[in-house]
């Protein structure tokens, strides 16, 4: 991969890391229930592995 792909790739992760982690507080806030917030959870740990992924590659180039 290109490095400017990773690090645009990157930077487009982290927004959405960042969106999921605040619609993961308005759940917990609205009280949606238990599974709502296991989804969010998931979603969050799902990115945050394609980050490090994405940092490794970085580094490595």
């Known amino acids: 991969m290109d490095k400017k792909i990773i690090e645009e790739t990157l930077v487009d992760r982290k927004k959405i890391l ?3 982690r605040q619609h993961n507080n308005e759940a ?3 009280d949606t229930g238990p599974y709502v917030e296991v989804e969010f959870e998931k979603e ?3 990115i ?3 980050i490090d992924d994405l940092d490794s590659k970085l ?3």
Request: proline content about 0%.
């Open 48 to 50: 945050e592995l394609e």
């Open 59 to 61: 580094k490595n180039l």
């Open 28 to 30: 917990e806030e609205l």
């Open 44 to 46: 969050i740990r799902q």
């Open 18 to 20: 960042e969106e999921a």
